[in-house]
């Protein structure tokens, strides 16, 4: 496999080997010794799936305190932006993202350490997108910060008219307004 560093320390890009033939594709989507080898230290505990349709954003979620969470998280079909803001607080890059596509094509995965929020845009008529979590989910722990914030100004390569957002991440205030607590 391939491990690309981005430019915010610790968050990951994986390649991993993609072997084909007539048949299709063989993918090792993850392997703990491998990953370890690679400097991701994280013990998964849970396994997540969502289906969404073009034009879907979730996030830009987070845990707090001792529920933070690491995730590996990939697209077995379809494609979607991933993107990931640093929440570290005295992090150099506290308040910048980073984002790539991933998609049931390329097979990339991204490592995306504690103390970060993260999310995603649908650019496919559909998605299905899967990430591992290295702490259970924790209802009370829950936040986020507005996917529209104009300090971050992501571009979610789908057009605002196009986004099918929810009620509680419309309601999300922006980075510099958000109580976050790692």
């Not at 993850?30 to 996030?59: C, L, P, T």
């Not at 803001?85 to 350490?113: A, C, M």
């Amino acid at each position: 496999m391939n491990v690309i560093e981005t430019p915010i320390e610790g968050l990951l890009v994986i390649e991993p080997d993609v072997f084909r033939d007539s048949r299709g594709f063989f993918c090792e989507v993850y392997n703990e010794d491998r990953y370890q080898a690679a400097g991701i230290r994280s013990r998964f505990v849970q396994d997540n799936m969502s289906m969404s349709s073009y034009g879907v954003v979730r996030g830009l979620h987070f845990q707090k305190g001792e529920w933070s969470q690491a995730k590996l998280v990939s697209c077995a079909a379809g494609s979607v932006l991933d993107v990931a803001v640093d929440l570290r607080k005295g992090s150099p890059t506290y308040g910048q993202w980073y984002g790539v596509e991933i998609s049931g094509e390329n097979h990339r995965q991204v490592f995306i350490p504690r103390g970060f929020a993260h999310g995603f845009s649908v650019l496919s008529e559909k998605a299905l997108f899967t990430y591992k979590c290295d702490r259970l989910f924790h209802k009370e722990s829950e936040g986020g910060i507005l996917l529209s914030d104009t300090d971050l100004a992501i571009n979610w390569r789908v057009p605002e008219a196009d986004r099918i957002l929810s009620d509680k991440d419309k309601a999300y205030l922006p980075l510099r307004e958000a109580r976050i607590e790692f």
